[in-house]
């Protein structure tokens, strides 16, 4: 049984059925997530017997490194994790003046059918388990570990529609802001959904004051149902409605990401109809100039043609930012590492 990913309380009720004290919980989850532990070999504070007991019953293994990149300027690593039956999903940690932050996946693959998005090319294989969504965190918290620093921020936007793995990405959520683990604050979390309504709800419901970002990327239904598959299920009205329940209820400012595609969403009609959609609302923009994806034959507009949209944007009052560019010579966009590897077999 592999226990990375439990919860204390979770370990203790497991150790007290092998007649283990519940203090030796304590000490176990702290070598997991604190300290690095890949083997219970390396727990000396707990006695021989003990770990060899608990070696004999349970695994503490975690998801292997199978590809490491690092940009150019050393500000962003990218991790392809391997998990037991060989799926793979990327996490990305960027180094921000304001913080470690790092993106997590929570699927392998995707199934949301995205016209712009790489995760989704090779459709979903399935959801990530908390330990394997926890485990891309506590990695990069052992690695930052090493020269004094840490993990401040996390961003649930890597591969995957993280509201059709509710629970246990909310599970993972839960087990990281646990002060025995790596302690994260829940304001230091943003989680990105591409508009999936009873998620949006639910979430609201939850009680944790976490960031809420909703990948909106057009003004009007149509468009965005010709970019986004999942419109058609959830239209874009419902979505903004849900989105601003969620920002009534935990008084946190909703962040919508648009990325921009060359003559396709980046025109000053679009800056108008979104700026029309959203005035007056607790919320804020984020564009994206899209990272081209070769096999979808979309295109990154002029720079003129970003700092256009932002300013139309800014004259009707709906705060607007252009998303600053980490990682592109990495290929951190979502998904673009595993799938070039599928592609080659790997
Ligand atoms: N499924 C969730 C989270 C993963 S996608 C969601 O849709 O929000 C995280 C963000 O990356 C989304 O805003 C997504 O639209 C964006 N993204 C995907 N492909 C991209 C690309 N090629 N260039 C720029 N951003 C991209």
């Known amino acids: 049984m592999n226990i990375f990913g439990w919860m204390k309380t979770e370990l203790a009720d497991a150790l007290r059925e092998e007649g283990i004290p519940r203090f030796r919980a304590d000490q176990i989850i702290r070598w997991m997530y604190q300290r690095g532990a890949v083997s219970f070999d390396v727990m000396d504070n707990l006695p021989k017997l003990l770990r060899a007991q608990l070696a004999e ?101 890597g591969s995957g529609e993280p509201m059709e793995n509710y629970d246990n990405v909310i599970g993972a959520l839960r087990l990281l802001h646990a002060e025995e683990t790596i302690g994260l604050s829940y304001r230091g979390m943003t989680l990105s959904t591409s508009g999936i309504v009873p998620g949006i709800l639910r979430l609201a419901e939850e009680g944790l004051p976490i960031s809420l970002s909703i990948s909106l990327h057009a003004p009007t239904e149509e468009l965005r149902s010709s970019l986004m598959p999942v419109n058609r299920m959830y239209p874009m009205a419902e979505v903004l409605r849900a989105a601003q329940t ?18 396709v969403n980046d025109g000053v009609r679009e800056a108008e109809q979104l700026a029309r959609l959203l005035r007056g609302q607790l919320a804020s923009v984020n564009l994206i100039p899209i990272n081209p994806v070769a096999e979808r034959h979309l295109f990154r507009p002029p720079r003129e043609t970003v700092l256009r949209f932002q300013r139309i944007l800014e004259a009707h009052h709906v705060t607007a930012t252009v998303r600053r560019e980490m990682g592109t010579d990495i290929q951190a966009a979502c998904g673009q590492l595993r799938s070039r590897l599928m592609e080659a077999g790997l």
């Not at 293994?61 to 500000?75: C, F, I, N």
């Not at 790092?102 to 399935?126: D, E, I, Y």
């Not at 969620?246 to 003559?263: F, G, N, Q, S």
């Open 57 to 157: 019953r349970f695994s503490i293994e975690r998801p292997q490194v199978g590809a490491r990149l690092t940009s150019a300027d050393g500000a962003t690593i990218k991790l392809l994790y391997a998990f037991a039956d060989g799926q793979t999903a990327e996490t990305v940690l960027m180094r921000h003046p304001y913080g470690n932050s790092v993106c997590v996946s929570t699927q392998a693959g995707c199934r949301m059918g995205c016209a712009f998005c790489a995760s989704t090319l090779h459709g979903l294989a399935r959801n990530l388990t908390v330990g394997e969504i926890a485990a891309q965190v506590i990695g990069m918290a052992d690695y930052l570990r090493q020269e004094g620093a840490r993990v401040d921020t996390i961003v649930v936007m």
């Open 246 to 263: 969620y920002a009534a209820r935990t008084k946190r400012r909703v962040t919508y990401e648009y990325i921009l595609i060359r003559d």
